[in-house]
């Protein structure tokens, strides 16, 4: 176990406010594998607070974490908050040493909807959409990440409407009518189509999880995003986890299939972090 300190700071201000991430960064010299986590909530709720269980098992394990608050709305709707986590990565890059670590050694993991703000941002760096945030300082880069964990991730909105549109799920519906400004907005900025539309795309090696009972995703969503994935040439591997809900780590994080989550994401974290130049 690590010993490992936590900060919140600010990485960019939207209107004269801040937006925060929460920094944990493990002891000692480094450098560290690190990860810039994005949270979920139906991008209408949560904040950087959200996986702080999964964040302090990565740390406490010598994983540095950056975990970023975005606009939601009211505030603002898409593509806001995936332009913010794109900033948050460059922003995560230059200040690597801060994180107690290198550049290229700072992946992405992402839940539920902070699994597809990831995703877009992975598939699509340098979409002038999504990078049009300046970065504070003017030492700017690309948000290319060597590898990204997505954990039960919104990986085709489109089709995670329709189905809680068919269901009755009125929470969920109006979160997407908030965040997307039509349908067709959720099958373009739609992991899932940007694969199997054949559209230029960054295939950094991919961790998935995924409980088998979710009832905020279609039951195949999971593996289609893997098969396309890897149909495009891509690494990645999905885990199942038979029984468990959406956002299960979160729910449980002492169970036995949250432990086991959080020890393939450690190992794959630092598998990935050993490849590295």
Not at 118 to 127: E, F, I
Not at 160 to 182: I, M, T
Request: hydrophobic share 40%; with cysteine; net charge negative.
């Amino acid at each position: 176990m690590s010993e490992f300190d936590v900060e919140d700071l600010e990485y960019q201000r939207v209107d004269g406010a801040p937006l925060l991430a929460r920094r944990y960064r493990p002891r000692g010299a480094g450098p560290f594998p690190a990860v810039v986590e994005i949270h979920g909530g139906a991008w209408t709720g949560g904040d950087r607070l959200n996986n702080v269980d999964i964040a302090t098992a990565l740390a406490a394990d010598g994983i540095a974490v950056l975990s970023l608050d975005f606009r939601m709305p009211p505030q603002a709707a898409y593509p806001a908050a995936v332009a913010d986590v794109n900033l948050g990565i460059r922003w995560a890059k230059a200040h690597a040493a801060e994180l107690g670590t290198r550049r290229e050694l700072i992946g992405g993991l992402g839940t539920s909807s902070g699994g597809h703000l990831l995703l877009l941002n992975s598939l699509r760096p340098r979409d002038p959409r999504y990078a049009a945030l300046s970065l504070p300082g003017g030492a700017d880069g690309d948000a290319r990440l060597p590898f990204i964990v997505a954990c039960w991730p919104v990986a085709d909105p489109l089709a995670r409407y329709r189905a809680v549109k068919a269901r009755g799920n009125d929470r969920l519906v109006q979160a997407h009518h908030q965040f997307w400004p039509s349908e067709a907005a959720m099958a373009e900025g739609n992991p899932q189509s940007i694969l199997e539309r054949g559209e230029p795309a960054e295939l950094p090696p991919a961790l998935g999880l995924q409980g088998t009972n979710d009832d905020n995703l279609t039951p195949d969503m999971a593996d289609r995003l893997v098969a396309a994935y890897r149909q495009r040439g891509g690494s990645a591997a999905l885990e199942k986890f038979e029984g468990q809900p959406h956002t299960f780590i979160s729910k449980d994080p002492r169970s036995a299939a949250s432990l086991r989550a959080l020890e393939l994401i450690r190992a794959f974290i630092h598998q990935q972090a050993a490849l590295a130049p």
